[in-house]
């Protein structure tokens, strides 16, 4: 894996990757985001091999068995996993590939793929986060309390990533993704 680019986005769930991210494939055609594996529920609106690879737990396990992810994790009480072969493929054709995922999947990266650009995005306020949980209304009053439990143990290894980002505009935040993620070499 040496020609293309491998590059993780972490942050806390409601910081607002998917918006970031969707308005990256959009702007650079170079850029290929990797679909993951989950065993959570498909959400409303959310489309097999679009968002997701909707699994069993069953068929999760089978994958991590055959070797089948670059990481893999558990978040919140379901599984989520890089599938291998096409990160593997792209790279090989020199392509970036963007990876968006938790905390202890980065923390796999760095390890796996230690060339790898790592980058936190941040929110602008603890309580921003939470309200962009809430607004979000996908999410169960249970769901939400995890998730920003969660939040607060993915913010505090903020410091572990090459770059920390605040989303706090998002024409401003793109602007500061683009230039960390498009550095020559
Ligand atoms: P959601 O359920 O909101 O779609 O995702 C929950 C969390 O799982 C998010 O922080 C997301 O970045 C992360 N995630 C999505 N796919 C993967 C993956 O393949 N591996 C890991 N480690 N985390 C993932």
Redesign the pocket.
């Known amino acids: 894996m040496t020609n293309g680019k491998l590059m993780v986005l972490?942050?806390?769930?409601g910081v607002g990757?998917g918006t970031l991210v969707r308005s990256l494939l959009q702007r650079h055609s170079q850029l290929h985001l990797?679909i993951?594996?989950?065993t959570?529920s498909p959400r409303p609106g959310e489309v097999e091999g679009q968002h997701?690879y909707f699994v069993s737990r069953n068929q999760f396990s089978e994958m991590i068995a055959a070797g089948d992810f670059l990481?893999?994790?558990e978040?919140?009480g379901?599984f989520?996993?890089?599938p291998i072969a096409p990160v593997k493929q792209q790279i090989q054709q020199g392509k970036f590939v963007l990876?968006?995922?938790?905390l202890?999947?980065?923390r796999q990266i760095r390890n796996t793929f230690p060339e790898a650009l790592r980058i936190f995005i941040l929110p602008p306020s603890w309580d921003e986060l939470e309200r962009r949980l809430r607004s979000r209304g996908q999410d169960s009053e249970e769901a939400i309390a995890r998730r920003l439990q969660r939040a607060k143990e993915e913010i505090d290894a903020a410091g572990e990533f090459d770059f920390q980002i605040i989303n706090d505009d998002l024409a401003e935040t793109l602007k500061r993704l683009e230039s960390v993620l498009f550095i020559p070499g």
């Open positions: 972490t942050g806390p769930s990757k990797s993951s594996v989950t959570r997701y990481e893999w994790a978040f919140t379901n989520y996993g890089t990876l968006e995922i938790e202890e999947g980065a």
